[in-house]
């Protein structure tokens, strides 16, 4: 892609209202565009970077048994006065038609996946059955705020388990959870799972995950020596008490909840009467888990763990491309251009996401400027003086040292470099 091209440049300035680097950066940096409070159109870049991000969430979701569909965000009340969320839910954007009808939009799925799940199992012989979702959700937020980290629209994956009874509940719980481990690793992300309170519908089991960062809202309780993890609200420990798991130290920590999963139990199922028929063919309520994670929001949660001074550094599983390449041309000829367009096509041909910042009227600071801010995880510069010496040069995004690659040997590096 030649940054030429490209819709949606980094700008020089900081939105004036930015209360967070995630909101500071995937602005400047080009990532988004903010239309209201809450409210983001995602660019060509930051696009990029949620769908990859969707994609490793929707690969492990797939490797779980989850099988992916699409739901409504229009929803209709009925349902939602069934389970006596119509009233109860504060964040509940509710709709009038000019009929006088009267929706929701949808800030989870229950309502609606519980019914659909009705309609097609009968049978203890249709059951197990995981089903997820990536799609936009809305909730009436009474501050959004820190970017992408609270948005009244913003993008979930939501996972529901129907099962036959707890213990193949309990069973499957479990997976999710690893699943989740996963994603984070797979995303570059430390984590910490603190168990948590069940909302005000299911006082069962929970588990949030938390990304560490002073941006998070959370505080958390954690252990410096093992995996032990509260949240403050809810902790058991005060930060003063040695470790309950290992005797450690604790320490108190701010983490975003990047993902919250849920033993619902038959909460859902009582309100749509959704049961089956077990194999001595009796009637029983299905038991369901749901497990949700904020797709933007990590993309936010990702800047928030990887940035510096001079703007984004993504982890390379999820940058918007692999390699900036920045050509510097000089006032004779069009060698270096040459060169690069040569080097792209050669990079591309091995699978290589390659951004090229082609514009000939710009200084290589302010190109290198723009690569920082950009935060792709490899910088190559071919200029008259590097093709001078028929090579590349070389920089990583995280260290500040650069250095020379022949040019006929860079692209195989790149992507040996990548891990492909
Ligand atoms: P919070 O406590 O942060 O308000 P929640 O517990 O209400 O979130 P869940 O219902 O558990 O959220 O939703 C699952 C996931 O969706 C959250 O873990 C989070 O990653 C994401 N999420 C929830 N609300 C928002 C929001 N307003 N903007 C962006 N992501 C959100
Ligand atoms: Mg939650």
Same mark, same amino acid.
């Given at each position: ?10 700008? %020089? =300035? ?13 602005? &400047? ?9 809450? !409210? ?36 209709? %009340? /009925?349902?939602?006065? %069934? ?5 109860? !839910? ?7 038609? &000019? =009929? ?16 659909? +799940? ?29 970017? !992408? ?15 036959? @009874? ?44 938390? +990304? ?18 509260? @949240?403050?609200?809810?902790? %058991? ?39 089956? =028929? ?87 600071? /302010? ?42 040997? +860079?692209?195989?590096?790149? !992507? ?5």
């Amino acid at each position: 892609m030649r940054y030429s091209h490209l819709f949606g440049k980094t700008r %020089k =300035t900081a939105p004036h209202d930015a209360d967070s680097a995630n909101a500071r950066l995937l602005v &400047q940096g080009g990532f988004v565009d903010q239309t209201m409070a809450g !409210v983001y159109s995602w660019l060509p870049l930051g696009l990029r970077v949620l769908r990859k991000v969707e994609n490793i969430v929707r690969e492990e979701m797939n490797a779980i048994g989850g099988q992916e569909l699409l739901l409504p965000a229009l929803q209709p %009340k /009925e349902n939602w006065q %069934k389970t006596g969320r119509w009233d109860k !839910v504060d964040v509940l954007f509710k709709l009038k038609s &000019q =009929t006088g009808k009267e929706y929701a939009l949808g800030p989870t799925h229950e309502e609606i996946i519980t019914p659909l +799940v009705g309609a097609f199992v009968q049978s203890y012989k249709d059951l197990p059955v995981a089903l997820f979702q990536i799609q936009t959700k809305f909730r009436d937020e009474l501050r959004a705020k820190s970017g !992408v980290l609270r948005g009244r629209e913003f993008g979930m994956k939501d996972l529901y388990s129907f099962h036959r @009874n707890v213990e193949e509940l309990n069973a499957y719980y479990p997976t999710v959870m690893r699943a989740y481990n996963e994603i984070f690793t797979r995303c570059g992300l430390d984590i910490r799972v603190t168990e948590a309170s069940g909302g005000t519908f299911t006082k069962k089991r929970s588990h949030e995950f938390h +990304v560490l960062t002073e941006a998070g809202e959370d505080r958390l309780v954690l252990c410096s020596s093992c995996s032990f993890a509260e @949240n403050e609200e809810i902790a %058991k420990v005060a930060i003063k008490d040695p470790c309950p798991q290992c005797g450690g130290k604790l320490l108190g920590l701010k983490g975003i909840e990047a993902g919250n999963i849920f033993d619902l139990g038959t909460f859902f199922s009582d309100a749509f009467d959704l049961a089956f =028929t077990d194999a001595e063919g009796a009637r029983r309520r299905v038991v369901m888990g749901c497990y949700g994670l904020g797709t933007t929001r990590l993309v936010g949660a990702l800047v928030e763990a990887n940035y510096d001074e001079r703007g984004i550094r993504w982890p390379k599983s999820v940058a918007p491309y692999d390699a900036h390449l920045v050509s510097l041309a000089g006032k004779k000829g069009t060698a270096v251009a040459d060169a690069a367009e040569q080097l792209t096509r050669e990079l591309e041909a091995r699978g290589v996401e390659v951004l090229w910042d082609d514009r000939p009227e710009v200084s290589a600071g /302010e190109k290198f400027a723009d690569a920082d801010l950009i935060g792709i995880p490899l910088r190559l510069v071919i200029s008259e003086k590097t093709l001078a010496k028929e090579s590349v040069e070389w920089k990583q995004r995280t260290a500040d040292e650069t250095h020379l690659e022949p040019l006929t040997a +860079v692209a195989e590096k790149t !992507v040996s470099w990548l891990n492909r």
